[in-house]
């Protein structure tokens, strides 16, 4: 019989065919629920998992001495996943780094010319057929060159991002937890603690993961240290900023705007964040484009190749430092 592969969600039909192509039998599983989601683990050898599912210690307990031997995630993150809990179960937890880094970056870029230069609004103003036409003063938003950037969490996605900014002529600024020397040297950018990034930056860039280090990085106290024009830009994860907090400012007026891609509680938004004009609001498009999607989909099929060929796959996922509970 040959190995089984569920796949817990829909993905490209180029992607399904790779899939087929290998020498097993791939299924597409609904994980409704916690019960189903324990099905699926217990009668496969490989599930491909993402972000909104959570696998943990319980779960993996209940599946102990089952055919499993990898939960490929289906994503660079893998906050879903207790990585420490499935290794001691024996099964290989992997990640899919690299393949979306540029995809990432590209979208951050997106969200901060979207909202620097207030095209929702724009958007906004001209499908209600409201827009009376050109005028002087009419959404007057803010130029990039010249300002500046930080970047908080500079590693893959942060350096790509800030590659971007550098070229449109923004100083760069980050915040990270070990210095990045190429980086610098490529686009001049200096390293700064945290609370002098916040005070000092036009815009603020995250490409934070989720954990405990990072959970609630922006406080209430470090989002009161921002300019009150300051754009924040959050590619990274929700749980970075105290969401509640930044409506209140926002609608305070103490900052010029949000561009988000993720939140707090995903998909659930805080109240009152649909309401502001200033706010731009995309639904986890980060990794969201065709060629990035495939290549997500062949990293997770090659570290399952691997495994079931009794080899080490590409791509295991580390044990985070400090898990998010």
Same mark, same amino acid.
């Given at each position: 019989?040959?190995?089984?592969v569920?796949?817990?969600r829909?993905v490209l039909?180029?992607?399904?065919a790779?899939? *087929?192509?290998?020498?097993?039998?791939?299924?597409?599983?609904?994980? =409704?629920?916690r019960?189903?989601l324990?099905h /699926?683990l217990?009668t496969?050898? $490989?599930?491909i998992?993402?972000?909104?599912?959570r696998?943990?210690?319980?779960?993996?307990?209940?599946i102990s001495?089952?055919?499993?031997?990898?939960i490929a !995630?289906?994503?660079?993150?893998y906050?879903?996943?207790?990585?420490?809990?499935?290794?001691?179960?024996?099964i290989?937890?992997?990640h899919?780094?690299?393949?979306l880094?540029e995809?990432t970056a590209?979208?951050?870029?997106?969200?901060?010319?979207?909202? &620097?230069r207030?095209?929702? @609004?724009?958007?906004?103003?001209?499908?209600?057929?409201q827009?009376?036409g050109?005028?002087?003063?009419?959404?007057?938003?803010?130029g990039?060159?010249?300002k500046?950037?930080g970047?908080v969490?500079?590693? +893959? /996605?942060?350096?790509?991002?800030?590659r /971007?900014?550098h070229?449109?002529?923004?100083?760069?600024?980050?915040f990270?937890? =070990?210095? *990045?020397?190429?980086f610098? *040297? $490529?686009?001049?950018a200096?390293?700064?603690?945290?609370?002098?990034?916040?005070?000092?930056?036009?815009v603020?860039s995250?490409?934070?993961?989720?954990?405990?280090? =990072?959970?609630?990085?922006? !406080?209430r106290? +470090?989002?009161?240290?921002?300019?009150p024009?300051?754009?924040?830009v959050n590619?990274?994860r929700?749980t $970075? /900023?105290?969401?509640a907090?930044?409506? @209140?400012?926002l609608? $305070?007026?103490?900052?010029?705007?949000a561009?988000l891609?993720?939140?707090?509680? @995903?998909?659930?938004?805080s109240?009152?964040?649909?309401?502001?004009? !200033?706010?731009?609001l &995309?639904?986890h498009?980060?990794?969201a484009?065709?060629e990035?999607r495939?290549?997500m989909?062949l990293?997770c099929r090659? !570290?399952i190749?691997?495994?079931?060929?009794?080899?080490?796959?590409?791509?295991?996922?580390?044990?985070?430092?400090a898990?998010?509970q």
């Amino acid at each position: 019989m040959p190995p089984r592969v569920a796949l817990l969600r829909e993905v490209l039909p180029e992607g399904w065919a790779a899939l *087929q192509a290998e020498p097993w039998e791939v299924t597409l599983c609904e994980a =409704s629920d916690r019960d189903s989601l324990r099905h /699926i683990l217990s009668t496969h050898e $490989a599930v491909i998992s993402t972000l909104s599912h959570r696998i943990d210690a319980s779960l993996m307990a209940e599946i102990s001495g089952g055919p499993l031997k990898i939960i490929a !995630n289906h994503g660079v993150g893998y906050e879903n996943l207790d990585v420490a809990a499935i290794q001691a179960a024996g099964i290989w937890a992997t990640h899919t780094p690299d393949v979306l880094t540029e995809a990432t970056a590209e979208m951050a870029w997106a969200l901060l010319l979207n909202l &620097a230069r207030r095209i929702g @609004e724009g958007e906004r103003l001209v499908r209600s057929g409201q827009w009376q036409g050109w005028a002087p003063n009419q959404l007057l938003g803010t130029g990039l060159r010249g300002k500046t950037l930080g970047i908080v969490g500079c590693g +893959r /996605i942060g350096q790509a991002f800030g590659r /971007i900014a550098h070229f449109f002529g923004m100083r760069l600024t980050y915040f990270n937890r =070990s210095r *990045q020397t190429a980086f610098e *040297q $490529a686009t001049g950018a200096i390293s700064l603690p945290l609370e002098e990034l916040l005070a000092q930056a036009d815009v603020v860039s995250l490409h934070l993961p989720a954990n405990a280090e =990072s959970y609630h990085l922006l !406080n209430r106290r +470090r989002l009161q240290l921002l300019k009150p024009t300051a754009l924040l830009v959050n590619t990274g994860r929700g749980t $970075a /900023i105290e969401e509640a907090v930044l409506v @209140e400012l926002l609608k $305070a007026g103490h900052l010029g705007g949000a561009a988000l891609d993720v939140y707090e509680y @995903e998909p659930k938004l805080s109240d009152g964040l649909t309401e502001l004009e !200033n706010v731009v609001l &995309a639904p986890h498009l980060g990794s969201a484009t065709r060629e990035t999607r495939l290549a997500m989909l062949l990293c997770c099929r090659d !570290n399952i190749r691997a495994v079931l060929m009794g080899e080490k796959p590409p791509n295991p996922c580390p044990i985070p430092l400090a898990p998010l509970q």
